[in-house]
């Protein structure tokens, strides 16, 4: 691969580039989905390309090419440094990349078990047990399972002179059962709707679930949700488990937080942000036991890597300390902007032929003290919701609203009461945040995965993990349209 | 890529497999786009690529695997992928046999101009709504051009071949002042047919007037939907309404309820891909020519869209709307278009005592799919009307309604019919609407 990636930099500098790299990935993927007992849908897919990014005139091109030999690159390298140009027509500041040291290095994921030899055989049988548990109340009318599993091996290269060659691996799982009678359409999945159960990890992941053993439960609670009255609408002190709160932390956090949206990067699609330049530091984000952490170096984390694609090596950062608003995701290109000398290792690209961009790392709200058990006794009235099934946030990420697949009464001795179908809630970023007083423990806290994170034009979908354990928001508005 | 080269690389790889059946995928193209932001160009990119998909049936027992290299070696270990895969399954009694050759409409989409923009024709494109940002005090201007050009064909072992093209181009502005915001867009399968004045003008002027906002009261309104805040709106009866599957299995709002009075006597949706505005392929996913579908009809539900499994479920013939089987989703409208009514989107205003007019929604998404209850964010430019007039921007509101309700209250629908983009991808072709009663359930205070 040296070979091809010098190529492609002797390239750009003929062409006049100042700055130069190049990834080459080799991405393997396989897709199942079991639904109703049969194939709901499956695909096994290998790729190669390259994607050349290049500075010239001070302006970025970016080209990419699906088809890897030493001609394409030169036409593709030459193609990115035409584009630069192109770009420099309208340039008004020069690019400008944060230092970084220089690395030739190898990282992999580490796993144990490579899910692409498992057999197809075993997945299926898996996924078997789990829709024969899933159908066995004939008001279930959908039962999905799934399993994917994408392994990308990436070889970066830049001007500077680093080389690294990166493995990653990545597995999931889940399900979901849709009750349907009368007009009525429920649903419940397990562990989270956005992705199921997806790790860092090799088919361990799957070995070492406990899907099968909750099959029982979510089944049943999906019928009973078709039954269950719509919860009222009202304020309510509110509890969130891991996975909604996963899907709260990633909208109402992680993305207000990119510094490509505050600097209006996109403005014109996802939108911008609230946290403007002149907030760090100074903004109250939460309450005192609001601590955020970005961690691209989390086991299991589904944006734990060695090196970013910029060559950025991992860390952890705060973003949210005691409450306050402490920092961004960064790149080496808007490092500066922060006042930051180094890069966060924040800049991911979906596959080859994206562009990488500020994306989302692994985000994650640090746990607290007290289990489950303590907070929902010290919640007698409020209500516990369950699961993300609808989201909605402003463009500039402050006015929110979700809906959850379930949610229960917290009684007045601490138990779970009344269920309630199509639950809901809305509120401000920060007013939410402020209201948080109760996050449970480490025992509480777990790492789920977000496999679908939308962003950039052209549309790149990329992956990460936040952790959190089930956490207490104090007068939240409810049961919007119910 | 063209047919015959497509024709070639098909019929390679199915005559690399033992099964009963095979069909394949072969798809792609090249895509360029240069996104502008701060009144520059920061990103500017160019893809080009293809992949070819298998699927291999013994059987009832299906399989599929993907690769983007075309050499014998690649594509054998593809198809020898999507066997194994197939070999394992257990069998599915509803898997139908590959359909035999078909003949298709024909669809002009493809513009060679489109296919043969440059990186230097985008920047120039885009130069004059930066240039006048940059020249007209405290405004900022974000947005994106892009062209592209995707090829699909799709081949099986019992001799269909479908083969088509199309390109398109993309010309969108978001303007900025420090309290305000207004955007435009065009899309057309001609890039010369963009209007670059028009957008620049728009979002300008959107934003210049969305100065000052001031916040009103959430509640319920009359309002003027301009087209892309329909589309934002409408998308959703497609995804959540209008599919086979979804229909049969009861998860559709409309399951049990065809030839039923839904909404207004006004409300008139086709799924049509033959429509000029609509864009799109004469053939789907399993090879079958699309056919124009009338979903509503002066109000009657009259039909869903169908793939081949569907159809024959219901006894009657696919209309063209199936995906690559298999699939979880079943057979989607992709191309619904809802019929103009006669009046400007100025008679709308002028018709209306007090209301808000609404440029685009934001982040819309389902609240409650059987009552197609929807939420989203106005942005992009909303103003109150008053007496007839627009007279003051307002601050943006969150929507939380029903699309029941919606097309139930529309009291008129606007001649300016436009295709629109929607929100992570999707486009329909919509007109304004105005809607009596729409609610809206919350406020920010930008």
Known sequence: MRDFTQLAIDTCFAEGASYADIRIIFSKREDLTLRNGV???????????????????????????????????KKTAALACETARASSTLMTDPVRLADEPVYDTVWTTPYIIDPFKVSIEEKLGFLSKIDAILRKNPKIKVAESTMRFWNERQWLATSEGTFIDQNLMRSATGYSATAVENGEMQRRSYPSSHGGLAMT?????????DLLENAER???????????????SGKRDMILDPAQLALQIHESCGHPTELDRVLGSEANYAGRSFLTLEKLNELKYGSDIVNLVIDGTIPGGLATVGYDDDGVRASRNY?????????????????????????????????????????QNNLCLLPGKGSLDDLLADSPGAVYMHNNKSWSIDQLRV???????????????????????????????????????????????????????????????????????????????VGIGN | MNSDKAREISERALSFTSADEAEVILQGGASSLTRFANNK???????????????????KKVGRASTNNFDDASLKKAVESAEIIAKFQKEDETLLALPEPQEYGKIDNYVEATAAFSPTDRADAVAGLINRCRTESGLTTAGIFSDEAQYLALANSKGLFAYDRMTSAVFSGTVMTDDSAGWAEDNNKDVSK?????????????????????????????????????????IFLGWLAFGGLAYQEGRSFLSGKLGEKVFGDNINIDDDVYHELSGGLPFDFEGIPRRKVALVENGVAKSVVHDRKTALKEGVESTGHGLPVPNTSGPIPLNVVFQPGGVSKEEMIASTKKGVLVTQFHYTNTV????????????????????????????????????????????????????????????????????NNFTFSSGTDF
């Open chain 2, 41 to 59: 160009i920061e990103q500017n990119v160019n893809e080009s690529g293809y992949s070819i998909s298998v699927r291999t049936a013994f059987g």
């Open chain 1, 39 to 73: 194939l709901g849908s499956v695909n096994k897919s290998e790729t190669l390309g390259f994607g050349i990014r290049a500075i010239v005139k001070d302006s970025w091109g970016f080209a990419a090419c699906g088809e890897l030999n030493a001609e394409e690159i």
């Open chain 1, 319 to 359: 973003l949210v300390k005691n409450g306050l608003f402490v920092g961004y995701k960064t790149n080496r290109e808007l490092a500066h902007v922060a006042g930051e000398e180094r890069s966060r290792g924040c800049n991911r690209a979906d596959g080859y032929e994206n562009l990488p961009m500020v994306r």
């Open chain 1, 218 to 232: 979510i089944r049943d609670e999906a019928v009973a949700l078709l039954s269950a009255p719509v919860l009222p």
């Open chain 1, 399 to 477: 006015n929110f609203q979700f809906g959850c697949e379930a949610a229960w009464d917290v009684t007045k001795d601490g138990k779970l009461g009344q269920m309630y179908k199509n639950p809901n809630y809305q509120g401000l970023t920060t007013e939410f945040w402020n209201s948080c007083d109760f996050i449970c423990g480490p025992e509480e806290w777990v790492l789920l995965g977000v496999t679908n994170c939308g962003k950039g034009q052209p549309g790149q979908t990329a992956e990460m993990s936040h952790g959190c354990a089930p956490s207490r928001f104090r007068n939240v508005t």
């Open chain 2, 194 to 234: 963009i209007d670059l004045e028009g957008v620049a003008e728009t979002a300008i002027d959107k934003a210049l007037k969305s100065r000052e906002p001031v916040a009103i009261e959430p509640g319920e309104y009359t309002v003027v939907l301009e087209p892309a805040a329909s589309a934002n709106l409408v």
């Open chain 1, 201 to 209: 990890m090799g088919y361990e992941l799957v070995k070492g679930s």
């Open chain 2, 368 to 435: 409650n799919p059987m009552k197609l209850m929807v939420t989203g964010m106005t942005r992009n430019g909303t103003f109150l009307i008053e007496d007839g007039k627009v007279t003051k921007p307002v601050k943006n509101m969150r929507m939380t309604e029903s699309l029941v309700k919606i097309l139930n209250n529309v009291d008129m629908i606007g001649k300016d019919l436009l295709k629109c983009r929607g929100f992570f991808g999707g486009g329909l072709v919509v007109p304004s609407l105005k809607v």
